[in-house]
């Protein structure tokens, strides 16, 4: 299976890729810096697009090479800056870009969205779903959930506020 990866060599996708090609799926992965796609080869990645997940024309692009697209990407860079909204409303933007190429390159794709939980409260699986208009990442998960009825296979997964690995540091761990 061809599959497009966005935050391919973030932190999520530094460990997603391996476990993907190791299985046989060939990689389609987008990369901003010469520093990503070199890292990304050196894995074994020989489709790489270069650009941000703000360009959709990007996304549309490798998505329309794909049979499945995985969005890991997501700019944590902009919310020190106050702009947490800014970042969602960008993340959506990927979504729709990504889930309408698939759409319009042919039936039975499938987009795999990973989001994470920072900020949501509660008790149930609805944590996160609530309308906050501070929290607005709860309509990223509700956009990827609507394309399933456009005939994409869509599936959200939700990551703990903290995902850490080997050589990882936090500041409040």
Do not use: W
């Not at 990689?27 to 697009?49: M, N, P, Y």
Request: with cysteine; hydrophobic share 40%.
């Amino acid at each position: 299976m061809r599959i497009f990866i966005t935050g391919a060599s973030g932190f999520c996708g530094s460990a997603v890729v391996p476990e993907l090609l190791g299985a046989g799926h060939t990689i389609i992965a987008l990369a901003r810096s010469d520093k990503s796609a070199d890292a990304l080869r050196a894995v074994g990645v020989s489709d790489i697009v270069r650009g941000s997940h703000t360009d959709l024309d990007v996304l549309r692009e490798g998505a329309s090479k794909a049979d499945a697209a995985i969005h890991l990407a997501f700019n944590h860079d902009i919310i020190a800056q106050g702009k947490f909204i800014q970042a969602c409303e960008e993340d959506r933007g990927a979504i729709a870009a990504i889930c309408d190429s698939l759409l319009a390159s042919g039936p039975g794709k499938t987009f795999l969205y990973a989001s994470g939980l920072l900020g949501n409260s509660g008790p149930d699986e609805l944590s996160g779903k609530r309308p906050n208009p501070r929290m607005p990442r709860y309509l990223s998960e509700e956009l990827v959930l609507s394309y399933k009825d456009k005939g994409i296979r869509s599936l959200a997964v939700r990551l703990p506020p903290v995902v850490h690995g080997p050589g990882t540091e936090h500041m409040f761990i």
